[in-house]
């Protein structure tokens, strides 16, 4: 039994591995992004702009309190009990998911009291929202809770069943034609969802837990936390600064370019759901692969991402882009050159980045973040005040470079201070 357990893996069966739990992220995430994509039009078809305005804003909300939850609950889950034995994770999985509905409950009591206070339908948006936030919180923690024990189906069937639930959820919200309809058949499909993740686990989140947990990985989660909402916080505030700079219009025209690399960007951020658990996995087997690992991921998706821009620029018609997003069409198309730029630099980075994450190194992870994080912002404005978007998508390309060689360095310093100290064997580690 003890020769079993220590049995060599052949590479190829572990490549093989690797494959298959990467293609399931893959798959999950294209479940994820069609289902929003196609809630997100259902409701402004029925709701009009003004309605669909403030859905919005409550799915803006849960994208920065998904983050909150996901630096303090799932990442440092992902980095500390990848590929440990079913006990470990099992034990990891209650006390994560325990944050995660603590993240959920006082962010929707806070959600709840600010919906109270606005009033009207932008009040209602966010007073719904609090009601199925913690709802919400839960089942992204077991997605990320799957990915974490290399079972990505799970994940796959969970959102499946999200998908599923939100079909009668938003035909009986049509019935009542309200924003706040909306938002509780969203949330409330993805109850559904949160509680198939309990079956399929066979754990329950527990609130009283979630102390522990922050206390256990205050090393990791408050620094994963800022990171996080340093990364949505930048984009938002080089939006904003757009549109203050040059206006509107060229507003629409970053976001037109957007959703045209949107399919692109749906496989990155489903490869960046397993990247971390494999980066975890292939550093306690092997440390001086990681850096190769790391190599190979950043600068696949680098290559991938630059064959997507070049389709779109030499294979989409302009009245295949008109159709798909009518008059911004034009002042979008200008801009993915640029664009397309600063998605490759961006892509080569996330492998540095998931090195770090591998690596619990967060100090140094949050060092790059930020520093990142004001690059692209800097050059998104600099670039914006001298030449509107097109300036704008310039400046974030420079800027994401310089992010990617600070990413970069830190990934190799913390590379070299891993392999100089002795590693304990992580409790509860799997051998085979």
Same mark, same amino acid.
Request: include cysteine; proline fraction near 4%.
């Given at each position: 039994?003890? @020769?079993?357990?220590?049995?060599?893996?052949?590479?190829?069966?572990?490549?093989?591995?690797?494959?298959? $739990?990467? #293609?399931?992220?893959?798959? !999950?995430?294209?479940?994820? *992004?069609?289902?929003?994509?196609? /809630?997100?039009?259902?409701?402004?078809?029925?709701?009009?702009?003004?309605?669909?305005?403030?859905?919005?804003?409550?799915?803006?909300?849960?994208?920065?309190?998904?983050?909150? #939850?996901?630096?303090?609950?799932? !990442?440092?889950?992902?980095?500390?009990? *990848?590929?440990?034995?079913?006990?470990?994770?099992?034990?990891?999985?209650?006390?994560?998911?325990?944050?995660?509905?603590?993240?959920?409950?006082?962010?929707?009591?806070?959600?709840?009291?600010?919906?109270?206070? @606005?009033?009207?339908?932008?009040? %209602?948006?966010?007073?719904?929202?609090?009601?199925?936030?913690?709802?919400?919180?839960?089942?992204?923690? +077991?997605?990320?809770?799957?990915?974490?024990?290399?079972?990505?189906?799970?994940?796959?069937?969970? !959102?499946?069943?999200?998908?599923?639930?939100?079909?009668?959820?938003?035909?009986?919200?049509?019935?009542?034609?309200?924003?706040?309809?909306?938002?509780?058949?969203?949330?409330?499909?993805?109850?559904?969802?949160?509680?198939?993740?309990?079956?399929?686990?066979?754990?329950?989140? $527990?609130?009283?837990?979630?102390?522990?947990?922050?206390?256990?990985? $205050?090393?990791?989660?408050?620094?994963?936390?800022?990171?996080?909402?340093?990364?949505?916080?930048?984009?938002?505030?080089?939006?904003?600064?757009?549109?203050? @700079?040059?206006?509107? =219009? !060229? /507003?629409?025209?970053?976001?037109?370019?957007?959703?045209?690399?949107?399919?692109?960007?749906?496989?990155?951020?489903?490869?960046?759901?397993?990247?971390?658990?494999? =980066?975890?996995?292939?550093?306690?087997?092997?440390?001086?692969?990681?850096?190769?690992? &790391?190599?190979?991921?950043?600068?696949?998706?680098?290559?991938?991402?630059? &064959? +997507?821009?070049?389709?779109?620029?030499?294979?989409?018609?302009?009245?295949?882009?008109?159709?798909?997003?009518?008059?911004? +069409?034009?002042?979008?198309?200008?801009? @993915?050159?640029?664009?397309?730029?600063?998605?490759?630099?961006?892509?080569?980075?996330?492998?540095?980045?998931?090195?770090?994450? =591998?690596?619990?190194?967060?100090?140094?992870?949050?060092?790059?973040?930020?520093?990142?994080?004001?690059?692209?912002?800097?050059?998104?404005?600099?670039?914006?005040?001298?030449?509107?978007?097109?300036?704008?998508?310039? %400046?974030?390309?420079?800027?994401?470079?310089?992010?990617?060689?600070?990413?970069?360095?830190?990934?190799?310093?913390?590379?070299?201070?891993?392999?100089?100290?002795?590693?304990?064997?992580?409790?509860?580690? $799997?051998?085979?």
């Amino acid at each position: 039994m003890g @020769i079993g357990r220590h049995r060599r893996v052949r590479p190829s069966r572990g490549l093989k591995a690797m494959a298959g $739990r990467l #293609s399931w992220g893959l798959g !999950d995430q294209a479940v994820s *992004s069609l289902t929003n994509f196609a /809630v997100g039009a259902f409701v402004a078809r029925s709701l009009g702009a003004g309605a669909f305005g403030a859905f919005s804003l409550a799915w803006v909300t849960y994208g920065v309190l998904v983050n909150v #939850s996901r630096g303090l609950a799932t !990442d440092p889950l992902m980095v500390r009990f *990848s590929g440990v034995a079913a006990d470990a994770w099992r034990g990891a999985v209650v006390r994560a998911s325990g944050t995660a509905l603590a993240v959920g409950v006082a962010g929707g009591l806070g959600c709840l009291g600010l919906g109270l206070v @606005i009033g009207g339908p932008v009040g %209602g948006a966010f007073a719904a929202l609090g009601a199925v936030l913690p709802a919400l919180l839960v089942q992204d923690s +077991w997605r990320y809770a799957f990915f974490a024990s290399g079972e990505g189906r799970k994940a796959f069937g969970n !959102d499946l069943v999200w998908g599923a639930a939100l079909v009668p959820a938003m035909l009986l919200a049509s019935a009542h034609d309200s924003v706040v309809a909306f938002v509780l058949a969203w949330g409330l499909a993805a109850a559904v969802a949160a509680g198939f993740g309990c079956v399929q686990t066979g754990v329950l989140p $527990r609130l009283t837990v979630a102390a522990t947990w922050l206390r256990q990985q $205050r090393d990791l989660g408050p620094r994963y936390l800022v990171e996080n909402a340093s990364n949505s916080g930048g984009s938002q505030l080089r939006m904003y600064g757009l549109g203050a @700079i040059a206006g509107l =219009a !060229d /507003v629409g025209a970053v976001r037109g370019v957007e959703l045209l690399l949107g399919p692109f960007l749906a496989v990155l951020m489903g490869l960046s759901l397993v990247a971390v658990p494999e =980066a975890a996995r292939v550093l306690r087997r092997s440390p001086h692969r990681l850096r190769v690992f &790391c190599l190979l991921l950043g600068g696949g998706q680098a290559a991938a991402a630059l &064959c +997507w821009g070049t389709a779109l620029l030499l294979l989409l018609p302009d009245r295949a882009g008109e159709f798909l997003l009518g008059a911004v +069409w034009e002042p979008a198309s200008a801009l @993915i050159v640029p664009a397309t730029l600063g998605v490759v630099g961006a892509s080569f980075f996330t492998g540095a980045a998931t090195g770090l994450r =591998a690596l619990g190194a967060a100090r140094r992870s949050l060092r790059s973040q930020l520093v990142a994080s004001a690059a692209y912002v800097a050059g998104g404005l600099a670039g914006a005040a001298l030449g509107g978007a097109l300036g704008s998508a310039w %400046g974030v390309a420079a800027g994401v470079a310089f992010g990617a060689v600070v990413w970069w360095a830190q990934f190799g310093a913390g590379l070299r201070e891993h392999v100089a100290r002795p590693q304990p064997e992580p409790e509860g580690m $799997r051998t085979s």
